[in-house]
């Protein structure tokens, strides 16, 4: 599968295409920066130079044609306004990837962005920003899976996850996060769901089979 990973430089995004490339996916890895084209060519996947704070919709379109799948892995940074990021930016890469005709979308949310109000009083701003590229997503035509993660941390993925509805608190290591999305993206049940995600004791497509019932 041609797998388009925006935000590939970042911590949680570079775990995602090491993942994909893993599992045998044709990785093409959105960055900033040559340096970061560089970063991703090392483990085995194609890189384009592209700010997605500014990149124009046809070129966006162009990043996504014959791709099968895109994952949002992209975030606002310490001193960028979420809304440029995780709301304008996002919103408009789905928007042409479903114009390009990619199938599937897998979105790294947050937890509490289906319910800003409940989250810390801190990330208030950058919730709001989420919650608005989740919903844009859940109205578009993709075949949308959005992930909502809690507290993200470095520590050595376990491959155990609880996942769910409106779960409250919680971290989870950056890898088993990047395990989850591709383990979404080769289950077709998983399509048009969204869930929080903490780490747990439920292995990562165990985890899936029993939220999606199948």
């Given amino acids: ?13 570079r775990l995602v295409v090491e993942g994909l490339v893993a599992a045998g996916h044709d990785v ?4 900033r920066t040559d340096q970061q084209a560089r970063s991703v060519h090392d483990v085995g996947a194609s890189a384009v130079t592209a700010d997605l704070s500014q990149v124009a919709p046809m070129e966006m379109q162009s990043i996504m044609a014959e791709a099968d799948a895109a994952v949002w892995a992209a975030g606002a940074g310490f001193g960028v306004d979420p809304e440029h990021i995780d709301g304008d930016a996002c919103v408009s890469a789905q928007r042409q990837a479903d114009l390009a005709g990619v199938g599937r979308w897998a979105q ?14 801190i990330l208030q701003a950058v919730l709001r920003a989420k919650a608005r590229s989740d919903a ?11 992930v909502r993660p809690g507290g993200l941390t470095n520590d050595v993925g376990t491959g155990q996850v609880d996942l769910g509805h409106r779960l409250v608190g919680g971290t989870v290591p950056r890898a088993d996060v990047a395990a989850t999305v591709v383990a979404c ?9 969204s869930f929080d995600l903490v780490a747990g004791a439920t292995p990562i497509e165990a985890a899936l089979t029993a939220f999606t019932g199948e």
Wanted: proline fraction near 8%.
């Fill in 1 to 13: 599968m041609r797998v388009v990973v925006l935000g590939a430089a970042g911590q949680t995004g």
């Fill in 28 to 31: 093409l890895g959105a960055v």
């Fill in 108 to 121: 790294i949310s947050s937890l509490y962005a289906d319910r800003p109000q409940d989250g810390p009083p």
């Fill in 136 to 146: 844009a997503v859940q109205a578009s035509g993709l075949g949308w899976t959005i």
């Fill in 185 to 193: 993206l080769a289950d077709p049940a998983t399509a048009r769901r």
